[in-house]
């Protein structure tokens, strides 16, 4: 049972223009979630998180949103750069025991061509 | 500060044969993980611990033993590896009052089973 999904496994985006990442998550129990980016070869990177307290949260060209009725958050790149161009993974963890845990998706491979 | 480093990088083994996966980090985390990558799968956790002396058992935790027996130090064995484990390991480490518990992650081992 996948608890965190990304539905799409890529997306191609002109440079400039914004690129949307969707997440998708179905444990209530999750209130704090996190986009890591990985280039090939290399660990993942931390990029961006959010609280479940916010709706909204902005790091430069980066910004993450949070609907908690809807359990969705997306990723926001505004604008693209080729160098954007990555595996982006959506997490999530839940506070109490289990807290230090993190639940990814599987994925989406994006694509920005010059 | 190396943040945290994986040895070895890449390793072909054959069924049967055992080896060892060492992590390090130098950050003083109290947390850390051991993830496998395999395409279309995501990161998911192998095993983890929650401090010097402990380990616990992650999402897919069957052929594998780990110890910490230093704080700095990660340790993920495969007693007798076979082709299933062919896949890129992740070693990630997190401290605790991160609130969000963001994980740093290493550069990956990539490694085959013949």
């Known amino acids: 049972d996948q608890q965190v999904k990304q539905n799409s496994p890529s997306l191609s985006v002109q440079e400039g223009r914004i690129s949307i990442l969707n997440c998708d998550y179905t444990?209530?129990?999750?209130?704090?979630f996190l986009w890591y980016k990985k280039y090939p070869a290399e660990g993942p990177t931390f990029l961006i998180s959010i609280s479940s307290i916010k709706d909204k949260n902005e790091d430069g060209r980066f910004t993450v949103f949070l609907n908690k009725s809807a359990k969705h958050l997306s990723l926001h790149i505004v604008p693209s750069q080729p160098g954007d161009s990555a595996v982006y993974f959506c997490?999530?963890?839940?506070?109490?025991?289990?807290?230090?845990?993190?639940?990814f998706g599987k994925g989406t491979l994006l694509t920005v061509n010059p | 500060n190396a943040g945290v480093t994986q040895t070895p990088k890449f390793r072909v083994l054959k069924t049967g044969q055992s080896m060892t996966l060492l992590c390090a980090q130098d950050?003083?985390?109290?947390?850390m993980y051991w993830y496998r990558q395999d395409p279309g799968m995501g990161l998911r956790l192998i095993h983890y611990s929650v401090g010097e002396g402990t380990t616990a058992k992650g999402e897919v935790p069957d052929g594998y033993n780990v110890s910490r027996l230093k704080k700095q130090n990660f340790l993920l064995g495969l007693e007798s590896a076979a082709p299933s484990q062919t896949s890129v390991y992740f070693c990630?480490?997190?401290?605790?009052?991160?609130?969000?518990?963001?994980?740093?992650f290493g550069p990956g081992t990539r490694l085959t089973v013949l």
């Open positions: 444990n209530s129990m999750f209130d704090y």
């Open positions: 997490a999530a963890s839940a506070s109490g025991g289990s807290n230090y845990k993190l639940t």
């Open positions: 950050m003083n985390h109290e947390y």
């Open positions: 990630a480490s997190s401290s605790i009052g991160t609130g969000g518990n963001e994980q740093f």
